[in-house]
């Protein structure tokens, strides 16, 4: 149950402020009140004087040439502001290449805001109509006539790079964005002299993060007598709103005080909106040649073609293991499409980049090759979305261990506890290289063991075969990948801070303002920095306020990705309260008119008001200490200036990542005649250091875990054979609803992390991460006693029928 | 080219008031709430009719805002969460959805919280699985809808004790 009551108590860890009273707390959100009562501010909400609507005519097809553009007829329609191509749109914003220079090769092509001669996938937005409202420009754009040349579109994976397929970019001379070889050493001989070796093919379907919010921004760029006189205000649906700040600057060639970017309230986000689109850019351009703010909505059908996808791997694996049971080699050959360009900034490599470095992550063997091709093709671009990699290396790496137990003949879990890397051996470093500060898979199996009672699961799925009822129970281990350092994107020449930044002001009255530069997207950021800086400072939580989302007003830094708000932005609260603490009792110290070496050391901060260390007394209520501050500094002794307002900043520079780790054990009910599995139960249990908030934290988990079995069992986007998307609506494309899914039961293990003094790790991704394969295990667990497998995600009836040969 | 389409004026009573409003005939109920009325609490999702975020209460029935047109609205009266006076049972699921963190982004919550008030209206008997497939025709993508169901099922549970018996009518 998700209340601050049901959640299970935490064996507590140390304090990290005095007196601490929130941090660990299952406090609800304050600030989720407003939401519930309609009163949220999204972008569509809001509207500007002289604001104009903008829609996108996009490519029909996958690749084309683009002929002439007739826009006469559509100019002339009710309300028509203007109608924009990619030559007007190139002369004020420059192309870009997704590549980062630590993915040793990887290249793309240049992209523009709208194409300019070439579409390059169904979806590529083409030309901008620009009209008084919304219905105007969508009622122009059934006049707007595009002549195109159909080409032929490279869709295959497993032919994009043949000779015989066509280049999508020339002058790139094939179709191979990136490709990595890793080889620890040692492979061959590990799957010669194994006991027993399990070799299976996986395929993930393309997937897309569907964001109830679609994609929505509003460009406002007002111009000045000369160019170097205009500003621009982007308010924008976003994650990442300093970089987006930092790339309207470049590819605009504006300077920062030029341009602002505000979000406000974002609805979900998962990864999609954290990425730089071509619309983004085509929508400041249109601004400008419109002179007017301008609002671009993408509606639901061209979210489908618009939004990054994600997935689409094909990937052979296998696993050794020798006659005690110990694994001894992973192998994988994974082969993934990102579409035509690699996304700006972060690129497409990284998804199969993660993949390579996170197969095999929880287990102690020494031997790993892996072989990774990233190809192009006109299919909508993919990036990172919500756990990146991680679903398909585990899924990939957990398949291969419950196929090695069933050749061993050994209880899955128990072959888990005998490989994890054990819990006294970190640091450690896995086989791929990654660096491990801390973790513990032995911990979390042993709770995950009497948390869904394994035993009993065992014992029912047993007598119930008896009777023809095909239970499964599937476990998954994981790693995930928190609190990056600059390894992630910046050393790649990447401008993506991996430093966020907190400021804390007194104010008057005694609150606390807390502004800080990740911002909120709903999973409680703002609330957990309100939890933190209430103990850091000492004052109560209805005391403090948490600004975020306005590149004028916040510190720089990098916003919500990769799981870090929580582990780096809370370290940067943190440290900013404890700041700030010192500075309200220095300028008590003088109030007070306390003298002396000790004088510091005689004062505390408690619940809003200094008091005395030695007998409790309130000495200085902070309404108090901030009236004087602020109103009556005459009354201050000369040379004292109180500093009332601190600015700390934190990168996590002592590992790569900080990974986190977790178990997952699905249990499910396949009906062998229908092919369709039900959900009986889910269980996680999940170490991201220490909880600042369990119940939020839990729902965090839960919400991930359904997305991760979103794309374990129903959600592909479908293509037909000329890269037409089949299934883009919500009508086609299915996500998981509430009947279909179970209740998800959530524990914690709480190992901190030692990188910084609050000790948070990321916990946004970890369900994600791990639901595919526990889901996927419990499929196959319970086909079992037919001899088959499934191991193409989604897992639908039919290829569930396939398997067992009904079909 | 095209002539302006026509409008036809509509008296809807939203949310306790009565507005009078020209709109073209192909407006639908949510564009013309949030346009036409200013009331940007009900959420577009999908436009077609699946995903539910714009759910909104129209003569006492939850409706689905995108598929009904403001002129079928004519004479109707309007409900959504953004109302001054919510029922009982609405404020109770507001802050149950708030007190079990039954909402992240929020997007889809007051289409959310539309269709719960009439599950505790209309099923007060309805455990955790009749909870689940009530609203399975809204989505939310951040929960994973377990808090969700904690919540309408708080509210039901309350119910069951007598929470919303003593009220007048027309409060609860």
């Given amino acids: 149950m998700n209340s601050p009551r049901d959640t299970p108590h935490l064996a507590p860890l140390g304090d990290v402020t005095p007196d601490q009273q929130h941090i660990g707390v299952a406090h609800p959100r304050a600030g989720a009140h407003r939401l519930t009562q309609g009163r949220g501010q999204f972008v569509d909400d809001i509207e500007l004087p002289r604001m104009a609507h903008v829609v996108y005519w996009r ?74 409202t919304r219905v105007q420009a969508e009622d122009a754009l059934q006049h707007l006539v595009v002549e195109w040349q159909d080409l032929p579109a490279v869709l295959d994976t497993e032919t994009a790079l043949a000779f015989a397929t066509p280049l999508i970019h020339p002058e790139l001379g094939d179709n191979l964005c990136f490709e990595r070889r890793l080889d620890t050493g040692g492979v061959d001989e590990a799957f010669a002299n194994a006991a027993a070796v399990f070799e299976e093919t996986y395929r993930f379907a393309r997937h897309t993060g569907v964001t109830l919010e679609p994609r929505c921004q509003i460009a406002d760029w007002r111009a000045g007598r000369e160019r170097a006189e205009g500003h621009l205000t982007v308010y924008h649906s976003q994650q990442a709103p300093h970089m987006m700040h930092d790339l309207y ?197 042993q709770r995950m063991r009497v948390l869904c009672d394994y035993e009993a699961l065992r014992a029912e799925q047993a007598t119930l075969r008896a009777k023809g009822v095909y239970r499964g129970i599937g476990i998954a281990t994981l790693i995930e990948l928190t609190n990056p350092s600059a390894a992630f994107y910046g050393v790649g020449g990447a401008r993506i801070a991996s430093q966020d930044g907190a400021t804390l002001r007194l104010e008057p009255s005694g609150v606390i303002t807390v502004l800080s530069s990740v911002g909120e997207q709903g999973q409680g950021t703002e609330a957990i920095y309100a939890q933190i800086a209430a103990d850091a400072v000492g004052v109560a939580l209805d005391r403090v306020r948490v600004v975020t989302g306005d590149t004028d007003a916040t510190p720089y830094g990098g916003g919500t990705w990769a799981s870090r708000g929580a582990g780096i932005g809370g370290e940067a609260v943190l440290q900013a309260g404890l700041a700030l603490r010192e500075n309200l009792l220095k300028t008590a110290a003088v109030i007070l008119k306390r003298e002396g070496d000790d004088a510091l050391a005689g004062l505390l901060l408690r619940r809003g008001s200094v008091i005395d260390a030695a007998t409790g007394a309130e000495l200085l209520p902070l309404a108090e200490l901030g009236r004087i501050a602020y109103f009556r500094s005459d009354t201050l002794p000369k040379g004292f200036t109180p500093e009332l307002m601190v600015t700390r900043h934190y990168a996590q520079r002592d590992y790569p990542f900080i990974f986190t780790n977790g178990v997952q054990v699905s249990h499910v009910e396949v009906d062998t005649e229908t092919g369709f599995v039900k959900l009986l139960g889910h269980w996680a249990v999940e170490d991201c250091g220490r909880v600042i908030n369990p119940m939020l934290v839990d729902e965090q988990i839960r919400g991930a875990i359904v997305q991760g079995i979103g794309g374990a069992l129903f959600e592909e986007c479908l293509y037909d054979e000329h890269g037409t998307l089949r299934n883009g609506s919500l009508a086609d494309y299915l996500v998981p609803m509430a009947a279909e899914m179970p209740d998800i039961v959530v524990a914690h293990v709480q190992t901190p992390t030692a990188s910084s003094a609050l000790g948070a790790k990321g916990a946004g991704e970890a369900g994600t991460a791990g639901a595919p394969a526990a889901v996927m295990n419990a499929i196959n667990d319970a086909l079992a006693p037919f001899g088959t497998r499934v191991a193409s995600q989604p897992i639908t009836p039919e290829k569930i029928l396939r398997a067992l040969k009904k079909l | 080219m095209s002539e302006p389409v026509p409008r036809h004026t509509i008296r809807v009573e939203v949310n306790g008031e009565a507005l009078t409003r020209a709109v073209e005939p192909r407006r639908h109920l949510v564009d013309f709430l949030r346009e036409d009325c200013g009331l940007k609490g009900s959420h577009l999702g999908c436009e077609h009719g699946v995903c539910g975020a714009c759910t909104v209460r129209l003569d006492g029935e939850i409706v689905r805002g995108c598929l009904v047109l403001a002129v079928q609205a004519d004479g109707g009266r309007v409900e959504t969460v953004e109302t001054r006076q919510p029922s009982a049972r609405l404020r109770a699921l507001q802050d149950a959805f708030v007190a079990r963190n039954a909402l992240q982004c929020g997007y889809c919550t007051p289409g959310m919280l539309m269709a719960a008030l009439e599950l505790v209206e209309r099923a007060p008997e309805a455990d955790r699985e009749q909870v689940r497939t009530w609203i399975a025709g809204n989505y939310c993508r951040c929960t994973g809808y377990h808090a969700i169901v904690d919540a309408v099922c708080d509210v039901l549970a309350a119910q069951r004790r007598g929470a919303f018996e003593k009220l007048p009518q027309e409060a609860a």
């Fill in chain 1, 59 to 132: 490519s029909p097809v996958a690749h084309a040439r683009i002929g002439r553009v007739d826009s006469s007829v559509a100019r002339d329609m009710p309300g028509v502001v203007g109608v924009f191509t990619g030559h007007d749109v190139a002369r004020l914003c420059k192309p870009w290449v997704g590549t980062l220079a630590h993915l040793a090769g990887i290249k793309s092509a240049p992209e523009y805001p709208l194409a300019l001669d070439r579409a390059h996938w169904q979806g590529e937005p083409v030309v901008a109509i620009v009209a008084e």
């Fill in chain 1, 249 to 445: 600057c470049r590819q605009f060639e504006l300077q920062e005080s030029q341009v602002r970017v505000i979000c406000r309230d974002v609805g979900g986000s998962f990864g999609i909106k954290v990425h730089a689109y071509p619309d983004d850019f085509a929508t400041v351009a249109v601004s400008m040649l419109a002179g007017r703010p301008v609002k671009f909505v993408a509606d639901r059908l061209e979210s489908f073609v618009s939004d990054i996808h994600a997935r689409e791997h094909r990937i052979t694996a296998r696993i050794a293991a020798d006659a005690n049971g110990d694994i001894t080699a992973f192998e994988i050959d994974d082969l993934t499409g990102i579409g035509p360009f690699s996304m700006f900034p972060r690129t497409s490599g990284i998804e199969g980049n993660q993949v390579v470095n996170l197969t095999g992550g929880p287990y102690k063997h020494k031997h790993y090759r892996a072989q990774l091709k990233v190809v192009f093709q006109n299919k909508v671009p993919t990036c990172q979305y919500r756990g990146v990699g991680h679903p398909i290396a585990c899924a990939v790496t957990e398949a291969l261990v419950d196929g090695l137990a069933q050749k061993l003949g050994v209880d899955p879990l128990a072959l888990r506890e005998r490989n994890v890397i054990p819990d006294d051996a970190y640091p450690a470093t896995g086989a791929s290289g990654i660096k491990l500060e801390v973790l513990s898979h032995q911990a979390c199996l």
